[in-house]
């Protein structure tokens, strides 16, 4: 019986602080107020390391597609291009992508995966990686390189949603 009782308290108390950390989770919304719809980030630009590029640093374009409702984006496409050959390799993975925000400063972003089929091979992902985000200049970026499962690193992210878009 002591044993129901103490599973039932740490139910509880579980239950509570979930509650409680959703209650100061942050939203994604248009800066118009609105709450759904969609988006690009045009003129974005990733760079990443991994097996295909014997680890060197590849700087690329990317334009990331989704939506966002009820206070989450959803990336549902990315197109990844550049001058650098690699660029036009990856197939990105594990979308679509879930973007949601912890405070009006920072995020995670789920499922971030790609692979490039090139020799050597890579398939990097699924990994949730952490991100900062600025209303003052509408973008996602990061703090800090993010590892990736694979030995794979995203060293740099920056996208610009457009419609334009806050966290609140």
């Known amino acids: 019986m002591k044993g129901i009782k103490t599973l039932v308290s740490a139910t509880a108390l579980f239950t509570c602080l979930g509650a409680a950390s959703m209650a100061n989770a942050a939203s994604i919304v248009f800066d118009s107020g609105a709450t759904s719809g969609n988006f690009t980030t045009p003129g974005g630009s990733l760079t990443v390391r991994s097996p295909s590029s014997f680890g060197a640093a590849v700087t690329c374009d990317i334009n990331f597609s989704g939506t966002i409702n ?77 590892s990736l499962a694979g030995g794979c690193t995203v060293d740099v992210l920056n996208a610009k949603p457009s419609p334009k878009a806050k966290v609140i």
């Open 70 to 146: 009820n206070g989450v984006a959803s990336i549902t496409g990315a197109t990844v291009s550049g001058s650098n050959a690699l660029c036009n390799l990856p197939k990105i993975t594990g979308l679509p992508w879930l973007l949601s925000a912890s405070s009006t400063t920072a995020g995670t972003v789920t499922n971030v995966g790609y692979s490039i089929s090139f020799f050597p091979a890579t398939n990097c992902g699924p990994t949730t990686i952490n991100v900062a985000w600025s209303n003052a200049t509408n973008s996602i970026s990061l703090s800090s390189p993010q």
